[in-house]
């Protein structure tokens, strides 16, 4: 499967941007999906996922409340909504996909089988 991360930009904290991740090659409703992020000098970290259904959704303690994880399957794309963004925000944010189809979505990088290119949030004080 291929993902293709977009909807990245530059705003001012307290903004809102709704990132997607648009899979081809195969049907989303085949992987859990999860949303990381990497910061310059700092080493990737989580930030949501979601299971194959949406049913479950999982998130880090730092955007929890501000962050919402979506899909649609029928439209193979996953979304996520960032509401009142902060500077520490900033990073370039990675969509993955887990083929592990039937397992809970999971915090760690590791069982991630693809991963998109990336699309960089900018978040100025």
């Known amino acids: 499967v291929q993902l293709q991360a977009s909807g990245g930009g530059l705003v001012q904290a307290g903004d809102s941007l709704r990132l997607s991740c648009a899979a081809s090659g195969r049907t989303l409703s085949d992987f859990v999906m999860g949303w990381f992020r990497q910061a310059p000098g700092k080493e990737r970290e989580f930030v949501a996922a979601i299971s194959w259904s949406g049913r479950t959704t999982v998130y880090a303690d730092s955007v929890k409340g501000r962050f919402t994880i979506s899909r649609d399957n029928a439209k193979n794309t996953v979304y996520l909504q960032m509401n009142n963004l902060k500077p520490e925000d900033t990073a370039v944010y990675y969509c993955?996909?887990?083929?592990?189809?039937?397992?809970?979505?999971?915090?760690?990088?590791?069982?991630?089988?693809?991963w998109g290119q990336g699309t960089l949030v900018t978040v100025s004080s």
């Open positions: 993955a996909a887990d083929a592990n189809k039937y397992t809970r979505p999971t915090v760690y990088p590791g069982p991630y089988d693809y």
